[in-house]
């Protein structure tokens, strides 16, 4: 079982940056992928971004060249960098993972970009 904890979220002005972090609750180097989603008012649950066991990394076309994913096994946690933030990034975000065929989330940090 896994649980995960995210952390991170606020609100930011257009243009701005914010750094999401999830905390797993068992050592991720057992885990292949971690990822993000992110679900916004009205709309499906989209993938935003994953990273691999091996640090090989996969970025939504909104975006990719303004988000980071990163992850550290070490201290069980991974990070989500999201620069150059747009009103359309608002949304509720949620770190995801799959684990001895099970898929876990954590409860969703929410992301706020308004002037």
């Known amino acids: 079982q896994v649980q995960l904890v995210e952390s991170g979220g606020g609100l930011v002005q257009p243009g701005g940056s914010l750094r999401l972090s999830c905390a797993a609750s068992?050592?991720?180097?057992?885990?292949?992928?971690m990822d993000w989603y992110r679900q916004a008012p009205g709309k499906e649950r989209e993938l935003v971004a994953r990273?691999?066991?091996?640090?090989?990394?996969y970025y939504g076309t909104s975006v990719k060249g303004r988000f980071t994913i990163s992850r550290d096994n070490a201290k069980n946690m991974v990070y989500l960098q999201m620069n150059t933030l747009k009103p359309e990034d608002t949304a509720v975000y949620y770190c995801?993972?799959?684990?001895?065929?099970?898929?876990?989330w954590g409860q969703g940090t929410q992301v706020t970009v308004s002037s």
């Open positions: 995801h993972c799959t684990y001895a065929l099970r898929e876990y």
């Open positions: 068992r050592s991720t180097f057992g885990i292949a992928d």
């Open positions: 990273v691999t066991r091996n640090g090989a990394t």
